[in-house]
T-cell receptor, first 120, second 112 residues
Framework: KAGVTQTPRYLIKTRGQQVTLSCSPISGHRSVSWYQQTPGQGLQFLFEYFSETQRNKGNFPGRFSGRQFSNSRSEMNVSTLELGDSALYLC???????????????????FGPGTRLTVL | GENVEQHPSTLSVQEGDSAVIKCTYSDSASNYFPWYKQELGKRPQLIIDIRSNVGEKKDQRIAVTLNKTAKHFSLHITETQPEDSAVYFCAGGGSTLGRLYFGRGTQLTVWP
């Protein structure tokens, strides 16, 4: 199976602009999580989507948003970019499934190559 | 939320020696603990994971141990090789949650 893919791989933007990043999960994976990676803060969780619904959200401002499409592909958007938004943005897909009782169970998370965003 | 702490932040070993990286977590509800290896400029890659119903898991030169009572888990790499040099991240989370809480990473350098 093809791995997780992300586009674009590199982006350079200026303060105040907005950006949209895309993530295509492994075929059959319905959960997509987004993380921000910086040298200072490490890997921080942004949000997670399953079946087009945001199920978890990290502690980031409202400028960070996302969505998931019916084919499980996901996008994240950052509006009004700030210098501090410069980071590697990683998405991860997981083969989540529902138990007979209706609860969601997640398996391993596999990361994409990331999008390197530089804000000038 | 969960808080995962990782030590040491840097680790240098001679080729052939063993390396141990330790992590602690705070939330007793966490039941899934993966380890990722990230080489420079590449994506984090899952190398091994352990669930709370298991105390130890081994895969060739890599092993992970989990102590639920003490809320800590460790990565053990034996017979280290230069290609083991990378940043290693531990993480914790619940299997019913779609998020992982990551440690700050350990830069492992294996000298030939």
């Amino acid at each position: 199976k093809a791995g997780v893919t992300q586009t674009p791989r590199y982006l350079i933007k200026t303060r105040g602009q907005q950006v949209t990043l895309s993530c295509s999960p492994i075929s059959g994976h319905r959960s997509v999580s987004w993380y921000q990676q910086t040298p200072g803060q490490g890997l921080q969780f942004l949000f997670e989507y399953f079946s087009e619904t945001q199920r978890n959200k990290g502690n980031f401002p409202g400028r960070f948003s996302g969505r998931q499409f019916s084919n499980s592909r996901s996008e994240m958007n950052v509006s009004t970019l700030e210098l501090g938004d410069s980071a590697l943005y990683l998405c991860a897909s997981s083969l989540a499934s529902r138990t007979s009782g209706g609860a969601l169970t997640y398996n391993e998370q596999f990361f994409g190559p990331g999008t390197r965003l530089t804000v000038l | 939320g969960e808080n995962v702490e990782q030590h040491p932040s840097t680790l240098s070993v001679q080729e052939g020696d063993s390396a141990v990286i330790k992590c602690t977590y705070s939330d007793s509800a966490s039941n899934y603990f993966p380890w990722y290896k990230q080489e420079l400029g590449k994506r984090p890659q899952l190398i091994i994971d352990i669930r709370s119903n298991v105390g130890e898991k081994k895969d060739q030169r890599i092993a992970v141990t989990l102590n639920k009572t003490a809320k800590h888990f460790s990565l053990h790499i034996t017979e280290t090789q230069p290609e083991d040099s990378a940043v290693y991240f531990c993480a914790g989370g619940g299997s019913t949650l779609g998020r992982l809480y990551f440690g700050r990473g350990t830069q492992l350098t294996v000298w030939p």
